[in-house]
C-alpha cells in the first residue's frame, strides 16, 4: 500500500468490527453533458492563430467539425487555408494542445481534411471585418 493510501486511511482496521475495512463514502459524480464542453472548447480553439493571418483559426472557419462522445472524447476536423501551409505539419498538434486544455475533455483526436476545399467564406463576420473584406 502506498503512502497516499495509508494517509487516507484505507486499509484501517474498523474499531467497530476488529478487522481490515476500507473507508467507505458516497463520493456524488456528475455526469457532464458531452455538449456542455462544446462552448469551452470553441473558446480554448479561438486563442490558436494561423501565423500567417492574425485571425484565430474558428473565426477563419478553419474548424469543420466538432465531435463529442459521451466518454468526453473529442474529434475535430480542420482545413487549413491551403495545401501548401508552411505550418500545415504544426498546426493539429496546435489544435489538439488547445482542445486538451479544457476541463473535462478526453482524449483528443484531430483529422486534417481537404474536402471541402476552404474559402472565405467559411470566415466569421467578425473575422471578415478585422481583415477588411467587409
Same mark, same amino acid.
Given at each position: 500500500? %502506498?503512502?497516499?493510501?495509508? $494517509?487516507?486511511? $484505507? ?9 481490515? /475495512? ?5 463520493? /456524488? ?26 485571425? %484565430? ?11 463529442? /462522445?459521451?466518454? /468526453? ?45 476552404? %474559402? ?15
Amino acid at each position: 500500500m %502506498n503512502r497516499l493510501a495509508r $494517509f487516507a486511511g $484505507f486499509g484501517r482496521k474498523s474499531e467497530e468490527q476488529g478487522e481490515a /475495512a476500507v473507508l467507505e463514502e458516497d463520493v /456524488a459524480v456528475e455526469q457532464m453533458d458531452p455538449e456542455e464542453l462544446r462552448e469551452p472548447i470553441i473558446a480554448s480553439l479561438r486563442t490558436v492563430h494561423d501565423p500567417e493571418i492574425p485571425v %484565430n483559426i474558428y473565426d477563419l472557419g478553419l474548424i469543420y467539425r466538432i465531435d463529442i /462522445a459521451e466518454n /468526453a472524447d473529442v474529434h475535430v476536423d480542420m482545413t487549413l487555408t491551403a495545401p501548401g501551409c508552411p505550418v500545415a505539419g504544426m498546426m493539429p498538434l496546435m489544435v489538439k494542445s488547445a482542445v486538451a486544455r479544457v476541463e473535462g475533455v478526453g482524449e483528443v483526436d484531430v483529422s486534417l481534411v481537404w474536402d471541402p476545399p476552404w %474559402n472565405q467564406s467559411n470566415m466569421s463576420d467578425e473575422a471578415r471585418l478585422q481583415l477588411g473584406l467587409m
